[in-house]
């Protein structure tokens, strides 16, 4: 038992939750259901990141643990914060593809993409914690925790589109690019996450994730993902300087 996890756990949710916080601005929901959805996301990441961290102090898993009553209460209490969690993502994702004016086309693309991407990861999870239980039940413990550690690279793959697109959305927003140049930027980008994280994902249910076409077609996505966070970061430099030293 390592504090590995606990950390783990912790930047991600804090980068998810903080993610979560901004891009729920430009979904179309009211200001109490926005409130309430989030409200529900912050306290079930603040008990996940808690509970996990508990046990790694008590020294014993936090997943897939029931050797006593209270390490029952706090596995069970983990499952159902995860469920919280994909209940407010889908809800979230649900009300993305809305049609919504007030945000900008470039922007609803990152968003949808990247809440689409984050249901994927917690969809994984889920698909982790139900396999891991099932093998718990039928007496093997260690092969549930060598299931559940099989399927982390997928789980990770798909877990910071939701980042990576809304910024990357963000930035192109402060260029003086047209709005279709834009969205064919933040295109690209999304295709290119897709891509990669679809072959981490493909590779680890194959049990082939170092396999050189897996490799490939990861690094044709994350070359497309870099082309286009390229061209966006050479777009706001390029509005950053000063007019007359022979740029534009």
């Known amino acids: 038992m390592s504090w590995r996890k606990p950390v783990t756990f912790g930047l991600s949710f804090g980068v998810t939750l903080a993610t979560i916080a901004w891009v729920a601005s430009y979904v179309a929901l009211s200001s109490r259901t926005r409130n309430w959805v989030l409200g529900a996301f912050a306290a079930a990441s603040v008990a996940e990141v808690a509970l996990i961290s508990l046990q790694r102090w008590r020294g ?7 050797e006593t009553v209270f390490d029952a209460v706090v596995a069970r209490t983990l499952a159902a914060g995860g469920g ?3 209940i407010t993502i889908v809800w979230l994702t649900v009300a993305a593809f809305r049609p919504n004016r007030a945000t900008a086309p470039s922007m609803r693309l990152a968003v949808r993409v990247g809440l689409g991407s984050l249901v994927g990861a917690l969809a994984v999870g889920a698909a982790m914690i139900a396999r891991g239980m099932i093998l718990v039940v ?12 099989g399927l982390k ?6 877990m910071h589109g939701v980042t990576v697109l809304p910024v990357l959305a963000w930035l192109a927003a ?11 930027v933040i295109a690209l980008a999304a295709a290119g996450y897709l891509t990669a994280a679809g072959a981490v994902v493909a590779g680890t249910v194959a049990g082939a ?14 070359v497309a993902l870099g082309a286009a966070g390229a061209l966006t970061v050479a777009g706001v ?3 950053r300087v000063p007019a007359g030293i022979g740029v534009r």
Not at 60 to 66: A, E, F, G, R, T
Not at 212 to 218: E, H, R, S
Request: net charge positive.
């Open 237 to 239: 430099v390029r509005e």
């Open 209 to 222: 994730l170092t396999a050189p076409p897996v490799l490939v077609v990861a690094a044709l996505g994350l």
């Open 153 to 158: 690279p997928a789980h990770a793959a798909l």
């Open 60 to 66: 014993v898993p936090s997943h897939l643990n029931d």
């Open 174 to 184: 402060r260029t003086r690019w047209p709005e279709n140049l834009r969205v064919r």
């Open 138 to 149: 039928a007496g093997d413990r260690a092969g549930a925790y060598a299931q559940m550690g």
């Open 84 to 86: 919280v969690l994909i």
